[in-house]
């Protein structure tokens, strides 16, 4: 079935640093979602992404889908302690807004 | 502060114990999920209710059984677990089950199963 991957799995950063990751697939996707689930807390959505090429901004956060909407990156400018947390990709797969994820960045950030 | 709650927070049961799950959502959405989330493994789609009705079983093992008896409420009903079940379990909702709609995550119920 479709799959995201997400690689690395855990990623330190200096407070201040920028920060990015990916989100890659084989196949052609319909859309992505990224969520954000802080430590010990539960998935919260941020994003979502549907056409090619599509570039949205959160305040720091800066999200893209790639012009193959076969990847999609999150860039994060000058990290804060605030950023730490899981970021996970998703896209739609199937009926039912069956959403598949990846497994997951863990951020850390030294202060 | 999502608009969806589940009880109980945290959940240790015997492999013989019978226990239920509970999520309820004040968003007035359609369609409600259950999910499992292990540790170093992507987040599991376990089941899908749309209007009350289960629209998706991801090959979920029968002693996870889920009821959702109006489009408020779900329960995930457990009988019989393994300990490799212990895992967080997420309930979510959406507006409805078409694509592209955000889903919106509970606390979760933390269970362990001795």
């Known amino acids: 079935g479709q799959q995201v991957m997400q690689i690395p799995q855990y990623q330190h950063v200096q407070e201040g640093e920028d920060f990015t990751t990916y989100c890659n697939s084989s196949t052609t996707l319909s859309n992505i979602q990224w969520y954000k689930q802080r430590p010990g807390g539960h998935p919260v959505f941020l994003i979502q992404l549907v056409k090619s090429g599509e570039v949205k901004k959160q305040k720091r956060l800066t999200f893209q889908f790639g012009e193959a909407k076969k990847n999609s990156s999150l860039h994060i400018t000058a990290t804060q302690t605030t950023d730490v947390g899981t970021y996970f990709c998703?896209?739609?797969?199937?009926?039912?807004?069956?959403?598949?994820f990846g497994k997951g960045i863990t951020l850390s950030v030294r202060p | 502060e999502t608009g969806v709650t589940q009880t109980p927070r945290h959940l240790v049961m015997g492999m013989t114990n019978k226990k239920s799950l509970k999520c309820e959502q004040h968003l007035g959405h359609n369609a409600m999920y259950w999910y499992k989330q292990s540790a170093k493994k992507p987040l599991e789609l376990m089941f899908v209710?749309?209007?009350?009705?289960?629209?998706e079983n991801n090959s979920v093992p029968s002693r996870f059984s889920p009821e959702c008896p109006n489009s408020s409420h779900l329960f995930l009903h457990l009988h019989t677990l393994q300990p490799e079940d212990s895992a967080l379990y997420l309930c979510?909702?959406?507006?409805?089950?078409?694509?592209?709609?955000?889903?919106?995550f509970g606390p979760g119920t933390r269970l362990t199963v001795l």
């Open positions: 209710y749309s209007l009350e009705e289960r629209v």
């Open positions: 979510a909702s959406s507006r409805d089950v078409s694509s592209y709609n955000e889903q919106f």
């Open positions: 998703a896209t739609n797969t199937g009926a039912n807004s069956k959403l598949t």
